[in-house]
């Protein structure tokens, strides 16, 4: 996303802007991994929104952060009222894939990082609810992106 940025910016925008878009990005970056540091974010949802908030212009900043924390209100809803439903389907994405790459050349790929992508939506120790945040960073994006082009 970064680089797609720097080469778009380099055609489209003008210098000016794109200073102001990473000085904003790095602020974000910043302020994004402060809340890692206190364990309310994931390293990589920081680095994500810090990424998107490259393609917000100065003007939809706000309107990108207020999206994105909107969204993130609603998917927390969601995720607080079906977080067992969620469980099940996972366990069933899991099995699905155990049996269906057992024999074939990538299950070395899938074996070392079968824990990845389909963990429990809470954690074991504390059953607090783990987010996929990024979902709501990119209905922040399309959000901007649709008020870019339409004008709305």
Do not use: H
Not at 18 to 44: D, M, N, P, Q
Request: with cysteine; aromatic share 16%; charged share 15%.
């Amino acid at each position: 996303m970064v680089l797609c940025f720097f080469m778009g910016g380099a055609i489209f925008y003008p210098l000016e802007s794109i200073t102001e878009a990473v000085l904003l990005a790095s602020g974000t970056l910043i302020v994004s991994f402060l809340l890692y540091a206190v364990r309310v974010f994931g390293a990589g949802d920081a680095k994500l929104l810090a990424a998107s908030a490259l393609w917000s212009e100065n003007s939809n900043f706000l309107l990108f952060i207020l999206a994105t924390s909107i969204l993130g209100c609603f998917l927390g809803i969601f995720y607080l009222k079906w977080s067992d439903e969620i469980d099940k389907i996972r366990l069933k994405i899991n099995i699905f894939l155990t049996k269906f790459l057992q024999d074939g050349i990538l299950w070395t790929f899938y074996k070392r990082y079968q824990e990845l992508p389909f963990k429990e939506s809470r954690s074991p120790e504390s059953k607090k609810v783990i987010l996929p945040y990024g979902v709501a960073i990119c209905g922040g994006c399309f959000v901007i992106t649709y008020i870019k082009i339409w004008g709305a």
